[in-house]
């Protein structure tokens, strides 16, 4: 079972000399029992040398196993070991994000167990090699930790017992790329949060170059998941953040890098998701979280688990790991199985049914759809050509979409606005129905995302759907998501509308434009754009369309706002007259009294 650690106060004071103090007792101990270990185990052996140093090829060292008659002797257990060893380290050798699954299945093959120690340094050693593949090594991580929490427990004791000595030494590289491993165990809920949250307070409790750069990465790596479990302390750190910032005590690199996080921050850490989907395995819930805390004072390393020991039970313990690995992998199927078997029969009508159908979850199809479509219009020599290639694919309804997606991301990607997207568009909407269709909801997600595109591609979408509008390829109600308001836009949203408007009248010409917009059957389209509910947001339309010098379209709203307030006038004249009638009535009555 994994080690335990107290209940963790927020507020609770790290400091560097007990950390310190902590290291130097743990590290006595590990390595006063890794010696006496060593000292028992380091025996002669003619085949395999001093505790298996000597290197065997597989082949031989397999052929050694099988001629020992006693599976319970001494040297075939070594010879175990030294096999379990290097399949492990092989293993964690192959892991990338493409087998993470299969590399999880071979280990649990493996005595874990037993080799538990061997998993945890061939782990830490991996990473350390290979920091860009950390969040692979977590997700197997995740996966062997949700069947053997024991295992997931050890490793995480020796990354933070590793983690003290070198904070203490200052090696600066090792400790990015140990709180890189950290941070992604504590993203797969391997690692408690509350470890997390105290390693930033250390880091930053007495902040240097090094020491801040080494709390930036970390919070890059699991931010995002931080943000989400625990806002108030997350705040916390940035609070202390803030501070060092202002306190302008540590480099120009390293201030930039906090201003980079800030910003990050403010994304919500877009980007740097918790957790990828190749490697997110572990169902919530399976996952056991070990609240193993930095002050912890009786860790321990269990270092001689890394150095083969002789087993008295050793048939005993194989076969017990053998019923454990056969319920969690499942038994393989027997080859010489009987033909009378009923669970055969059952296994054949399961294959055979036709209703049971395999389901691509990986959205190769779709990708595929989408390099076709690109290629064809990046590929075509005229508008008339690629309109003619796209109407002749094979495509399952609803996928028209990707074509209006895809249409719409090649007009982007164009330095300048190119006239070959508007005319291709106008072809497929003028052909088929579904198409405009599919436009017009293309145009309503573009509009409410118009705020995450750069300047050059807010150009280019602006005069594609201006070209279809000029053209009646889209229809005109599509301008009913339009709101022009102070409130209701930003400024890429203006920008948006202005050269959506400048193009259509550059199309049509002012006065066309104008008797589009004012017909009786666009009213309630249009009505945002020329909107009457408030005098403030009619004073903002008109002085906006003035601006970009279509103040032609507003006579409408002019003399609306003009009407406006002569009746507001005419309201309040009439209202003093009344005033004055009744303060004359009032002076005569006290005349006639008098």
């Known amino acids: ?97 493409s087998n993470v699954e299969d590399i999880a299945r071979e280990l649990i093959a493996e005595n874990l167990v037993r080799g538990r120690g061997l998993f945890a340094r061939s782990c830490m050693k991996s990473q350390m090699a290979s920091p860009a593949l950390t969040h692979v090594f977590a997700g197997l991580v995740a996966v062997i930790n949700s069947r053997f929490p024991a295992l997931g427990g050890l490793l995480l004791t020796r990354i933070i017992l590793q983690f003290r000595r070198v904070f203490k030494r200052n090696d600066k590289p090792v400790l990015l790329s140990l709180t890189k491993l950290l941070a992604h165990l504590v993203n797969q809920r391997v690692a408690h949060e509350v470890i997390a949250l105290e390693l930033l307070m250390l880091l930053l409790e007495t902040p240097t170059d ?12 699991c931010g995002a998941y931080l943000l989400g479990i625990s806002p108030k302390c997350f705040q916390m750190v940035f609070d202390r953040l803030r501070a060092v910032l202002h306190e302008g005590e540590i480099d120009k690199r390293v201030q930039f890098m906090i201003e980079d996080v800030f910003a990050l921050r403010k994304s919500n850490f877009q980007g740097h998701p918790a957790i990828m989907r190749e490697v997110d395995l572990v169902v919530e819930g399976d996952q056991e979280t070990h609240q193993i805390s930095l002050l912890d004072k009786d860790l321990d390393p269990e270092s001689g688990l890394d150095i083969f020991s002789e087993d008295p039970d050793y048939l005993e313990n194989e076969k017990k790991y053998e019923a454990i690995k056969s319920s969690i992998l499942g038994k393989q199927e027997k080859n010489g199985s009987e033909p009378n078997d009923p669970d055969d029969g059952e296994d054949e009508e399961e294959e055979e049914d036709p209703s049971q159908g395999i389901q691509d979850v990986t959205e190769t199809d779709l990708v595929n759809l989408r390099r076709t479509i ?48 508007g005319l291709l568009g106008q072809r497929l909407c003028m052909i088929n129905q579904t198409f405009q269709q599919q436009f017009g909801e293309c145009f309503l997600g573009q509009y409410a995302a118009i705020h995450r595109l750069e300047t050059n591609k807010l150009r280019n979408v602006a005069r594609f759907f201006a070209h279809l509008l000029a053209t009646d390829a889209l229809p005109w109600t599509s301008l009913g998501y339009i709101s022009l308001s102070e409130e209701a836009t930003t400024s890429s949203s203006r920008i948006f509308i202005k050269i959506l408007f400048q193009e259509l009248a550059d199309h049509l010409g002012l006065l066309k434009l104008k008797a589009r917009l004012d017909d009786e059957q666009m009213r309630g389209s249009v009505a945002g754009i020329f909107p009457r509910d408030n005098p403030k947001s009619t004073r903002f339309a008109i002085n906006f369309l003035t601006s970009i010098g279509l103040g032609g379209l507003t006579d409408g709203l002019r003399e609306f706002l003009k009407s406006l307030e002569s009746h507001c006038s005419s309201e309040s004249s009439s209202s003093s007259s009344s005033e004055s009638e009744s303060d004359e009535d009032e002076v005569s009555r006290k005349r006639r009294k008098t």
């Open 374 to 421: 690109y290629l064809t219009i990046m590929s075509s020599v005229g508008f008339e050509e690629a309109g003619h290639k796209l109407l002749k694919m094979e495509m399952e309804p609803g996928q028209e979409k990707e074509v209006c997606i895809m249409l719409l991301e090649c007009c982007c990607q164009e330095r300048t606005y190119q006239r070959y997207y």
């Open 210 to 221: 090094d020491s801040v750069e080494v709390a930036v990465g970390f919070l890059k790596e």
């Open 1 to 97: 079972m994994p080690p335990s650690s107290p209940a963790y106060r927020y507020g609770s004071h790290l400091s560097y000399g007990a950390i310190a103090a902590d290291e130097g007792r743990t590290g006595r101990a590990s390595r006063a029992r890794e010696n006496e270990a060593r000292q028992g185990d380091y025996t002669e052996d003619k085949d395999l040398g001093r505790c298996g140093g000597t290197y065997i090829p597989p082949s031989k060292l397999a052929q050694m196993m099988g001629d020992v008659k006693d599976k319970a002797s001494v040297a075939y257990q070594r010879m175990a070991w030294e096999a379990l060893r290097k399949s492990i380290n092989g293993l964690m050798n192959k892991v990338s994000a």
